[in-house]
């Protein structure tokens, strides 16, 4: 039905807006485009577009840039109005299921239900026993589902300034899906491995808890790269922009290169150590280990990450290739350049492999 018109991934984060688009040719995805603007600071505030407009300036000389006129958008939201929750019920068709869904939901979702979308996905059957005083045991069939409820105006909000470059929004995913959708693109399902994706940017750290390829636990928490900008704005008696250089390691202006790593060290391990909370919660819930930790976002581009991460966590860490898998020309893409850029193109990535006919989300 598409078919004809081109889809872009637009994701628009906190700090700036990220542009892929991808051709799927007969030997997979090739990269077309792939554009990254800034945003300038308050446009986008705790995961709420404050200012639609900058925001659809910003798209529309993306578009420019990148040469691109009408197509069709696959963006993604995070935060706090977005719930994903595993839930159990009696075992039950797909289509009984979408039938009864909205009911099943109501005592999970902290909202109104009319005010939400509601999507699911059976991810398996499962069996509970019951037995009453001097009865026979009796078995139950049941099913894990994962839940996925959005605010409705939490979409429209992100589909305006969408709309208003001109383009057409097809779908609204989730930064956990658009991570995990990237992640199996690239490496194939990770089975018998308990994976832990990590997405580090601006104002949101998404985790997506993958066993055996699938969603098992997943949470966004407020903290992340902006969390080490104030902190270097407060050390260093310093405004934003300047604070953002400097953790790039740009623009010293006499201040120590030590006494910067050290800060973003310290708030590193304030960040991952509610991180950490939540991995034991998954650890204890489940009695399952993760075996490793995939960094992907802006953050993954501070240089040591890695090492600072695998301590941190007691658990390996490695940075993504979201183009592992896509061919990219050198020609048209300097390979350095996307090499240290790759990590920030993860759900940009992710949300431009998506098309209509996939597991639709909501
Ligand atoms: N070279 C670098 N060194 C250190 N930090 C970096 C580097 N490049 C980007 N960052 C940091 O990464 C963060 C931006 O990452 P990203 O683009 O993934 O976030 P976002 O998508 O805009 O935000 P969010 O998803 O939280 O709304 C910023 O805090 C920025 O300072
Ligand atoms: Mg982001």
Redesign the pocket.
């Known amino acids: 039905m598409f078919g004809s018109r081109d889809v872009i991934g637009l ?1 628009i ?4 807006i ?1 542009l892929v688009r991808l051709k799927k040719g007969k030997k997979g995805f090739e990269l077309l485009n792939c554009g990254i603007m800034p945003l300038p600071p308050e446009t ?1 505030v705790e ?1 709420t577009i404050e200012k639609p407009e900058v925001v659809t300036n910003v798209i529309k000389n993306l578009l420019k840039i990148e040469k691109i006129k009408v197509c069709d958008v696959v963006t993604a939201v ?1 935060g706090q109005s977005v719930v994903i929750k595993k839930i159990n019920v009696p075992k039950m068709t797909e289509d009984e299921l979408a039938e009864s869904i909205r009911v099943e939901a109501e005592q999970y979702i902290p909202f109104d239900i009319d005010d939400v979308n509601l999507d699911f996905q059976i991810i398996k059957e499962t069996t509970s026993e019951k037995k009453e005083e001097g009865e026979e045991v009796t078995k139950t069939a049941n099913m894990d589902v994962l839940l996925v409820a959005v605010r409705r105006d939490l979409i429209a909000e992100r589909n305006k300034p969408v709309i208003d470059a001109g383009l057409k929004p097809l779908i609204v995913d989730l ?1 956990v899906f658009a991570m995990e959708n990237e992640y199996e693109h690239n490496y194939g399902f990770p089975q018998s491995e308990v994976l832990a994706l990590v ?6 750290t998404n985790v997506n808890i993958l066993v055996d390829g699938v969603t098992e636990f997943t949470r966004d928490i407020s903290s ?3 969390r ?2 104030h902190e270097l704005q407060k050390n260093f008696n310093m405004d934003y922009d300047a604070a ?1 250089k400097l ?3 740009v623009g010293l202006n006499g201040v120590s290169e030590k006494d910067v790593a050290n800060t973003i060290v310290s708030v590193l391990g304030e960040i991952s150590h509610e991180i950490n909370k939540m991995f034991h919660d998954f650890i204890k819930s489940t009695e399952k280990n993760i075996n490793r930790v995939i960094l992907s ?3 993954a ?3 040591g990450i890695e090492k600072i991460l695998t301590e941190n966590f007691d658990i390996p860490t490695e940075k993504i290739n979201p183009f592992e898998k896509i061919k990219v020309n050198p020609k048209i893409f300097d390979p350095e350049y996307i090499q240290e850029m790759a990590p ?1 193109f993860a ?1 940009g990535v992710g949300l431009a492999i998506r098309r209509l006919g996939d597991k639709v989300k909501p």
């Open positions: 994701d984060g906190t700090s700036s990220k986008i995961g995070s930064d997405n580090m940017g601006a104002t949101f992340s790269g902006n080490i900008t953002e953790k790039m390691g976002g802006g953050c581009r501070i240089s920030v759900i």
